[in-house]
């Protein structure tokens, strides 16, 4: 098992000297926007970037005024009449937090290997420290095996350019979710994240589930619905 000890202190954000880039993807259904989201306004982060093209329900972009009175600046880019295009076109000003030192930014990217392929559009900034987080919900049928989430991974790598630096475990139910779905979301991740050398950064859960008998030795993150006020 992969694990890493609090003694050894620095890992992802609190535990680990955060990387001013971070890039977030996962399949459908993985919560990714909600943990970006909860990233931004916990770690005072101060710039999301929204390039998710694939969902058009779940979208930073629809929570700029309520990021703006947490300080958090939401930048965007009208791809949307261009999904056909192999690699659609987005706008100059996603890059401006990549070379300006001021910011802090999440990059919130589509929700599988073809949003990633966005990111083929910063191979010119490659020589930045960044991190490439991908999240997994082991309730979604696409992401419910380790050899499952192992290819999506490798997909995400080869369609990126980018390696995938850490897995944040989000397994959930919605409404129905109990404490032991988090704990059989992480005993997969566990394995893939042995097979595969890439750390889980981040368990995240619903902030109103008792997490009493939730033990990791990697970071947690509890989840306040911005999106969904409620699981339903």
């Known amino acids: 098992m992969f694990t890493l000890e609090r003694s050894?202190?620095?890992?992802?954000f609190d535990?680990?000297?955060?990387?001013?880039?971070?890039?977030?993807?996962?399949y459908y259904g993985s919560g990714k926007t909600e943990v970006a989201l909860n990233l931004a306004i916990q770690k005072k982060v101060n710039t999301i970037v929204d390039l998710d093209i694939i969902n058009p329900y779940f979208r930073t972009r629809e929570m700029e005024d309520f990021l703006r009175e947490q300080g958090i600046e939401t930048i965007s880019?009208?791809?949307?009449?261009?999904?056909?295009?192999?690699?659609p076109y987005i706008s100059k000003k996603v890059y401006n937090p990549l070379?300006?030192?001021?910011?802090r930014v999440i990059?919130?990217?589509?929700?599988?290997?073809q949003g990633a392929k966005l990111m083929r559009q910063f191979d010119d900034y490659k020589d930045i420290d960044s991190d490439l987080f991908i999240v997994v919900n082991i309730f979604r049928m696409e992401t419910d095996?380790?050899?499952k989430i192992i290819q999506l991974i490798n997909r995400i790598q080869g369609t990126s350019g980018y390696q995938v630096t850490g897995l944040?475990?989000?397994s959930n139910l919605l409404k129905d979710t109990q404490i032991d779905d988090v704990i059989e979301g992480q005993k997969i991740l566990e394995k893939v994240s042995e097979k595969m050398n890439i750390p889980i950064v981040y368990t995240s859960y619903w902030d109103e589930l008792n997490d009493d008998d939730l033990h990791v030795s990697n970071e947690t993150l509890k989840i306040?619905?911005?999106?969904r006020k409620n699981w339903f």
């Open 145 to 147: 095996h380790e050899d």
């Open 8 to 12: 050894q202190s620095k890992t992802y």
């Open 15 to 26: 535990w680990y000297l955060m990387k001013r880039v971070t890039f977030i993807t996962g």
């Open 168 to 170: 944040i475990n989000n």
């Open 107 to 113: 990059y919130d990217l589509g929700g599988n290997d």
């Open 77 to 87: 880019s009208d791809v949307d009449s261009k999904m056909h295009l192999d690699m």
């Open 224 to 227: 306040k619905l911005y999106f």
């Open 99 to 103: 070379y300006n030192e001021d910011k």
